[in-house]
T-cell receptor, first 115, second 116 residues
Framework: AQKITQTQPGMFVQEKEAVTLDCTYD???????LFWYKQPSSGEMIFLIY??????QNATEGRYSLNFQKARKSANLVISASQLGDSAMYFC????????????FGSGTRLQVQP | DAGVIQSPRHEVTEMGQEVTLRCKPI?????LFWYRQTMMRGLELLIY????????DSGMPEDRFSAKMPNASFSTLKIQPSEPRDSAVYFC??????????????FGPGTRLTVL
């Protein structure tokens, strides 16, 4: 069974600074994908970034990057130059590529960006 | 391109009533997922379809819940009879399983269901 752990219920960051949101995962599968989603107060789930288990490079998408450490089973999201609009819940999720296609989600981290 | 469309966005009903949630996936996507989000349990899968065929319904809570996908552009999730504990946000998501792609799931805006 897969498990995602996000140990930070809430985080604060000053505008324009970088912030790291932690995510650790547990799986016995060798082929899997890791995803980060953003859920603003309006409620929608917005896909941010993806990392495959066999990808050698850490994923980047604009101000988002994923610090992937496979041996430690961690996939931390780094947001650079935080903006007020980054205030939201952030969910780490994973799925394996050999079986069930459903995403397993962590409990989320609420990020608040302060001016 | 339009994203995943869900209706209604909000639904308030009384215990015992039938509730139908609707979803239109992104055109061309071959997988469709229904998730439920609650404070207690977080985000959890209810059921998913591939090419309109239900593949895994192990997350459906009980017989009161049913889901259908009559064609590639429409799916429903029905609760009959509804109970207060069904109050949650229900998300529909879709993805495209082309080999070599990330198979990312894109979510609709959700339906916030309140059962009184």
């Amino acid at each position: 069974a897969q498990k995602i752990t996000q140990t930070q219920p809430g985080m604060f960051v000053q505008e324009k600074e970088a912030v790291t949101l932690d995510c650790t995962y547990d799986t016995s599968d060798q082929s899997y994908g890791l995803f980060w989603y953003k859920q603003p107060s309006s409620g929608e789930m917005i896909f941010l970034i993806y990392q495959g288990s066999y990808d050698e490079q850490n994923a980047t998408e604009g101000r988002y990057s994923l610090n992937f450490q496979k041996a430690r089973k961690s996939a931390n999201l780094v947001i650079s130059a935080s903006q007020l609009g980054d205030s939201a819940m952030y969910f780490c999720a994973m799925r394996d590529f050999t079986g069930r296609r459903a995403l397993t989600f962590g409990s989320g981290t609420r990020l608040q960006v302060q001016p | 391109d339009a994203g995943v469309i869900q209706s209604p966005r909000h639904e308030v009903t009384e215990m015992g009533q039938e509730v139908t949630l609707r979803c239109k996936p992104i055109s061309g996507h071959d997988y469709l997922f229904w998730y439920r989000q609650t404070m207690m349990r977080g985000l959890e899968l209810l059921i998913y379809f591939n090419n309109n065929v239900p593949i895994d319904d192990s997350g459906m809570p009980e017989d009161r819940f049913s889901a259908k996908m009559p064609n590639a552009s429409f799916s429903t999730l029905k609760i009959q009879p509804s109970e207060p504990r069904d109050s949650a946000v229900y998300f529909c998501a879709s993805s495209f399983s082309l080999p070599g792609t990330t198979d990312t799931q894109y979510f609709g805006p959700g339906t916030r269901l309140t059962v009184l």
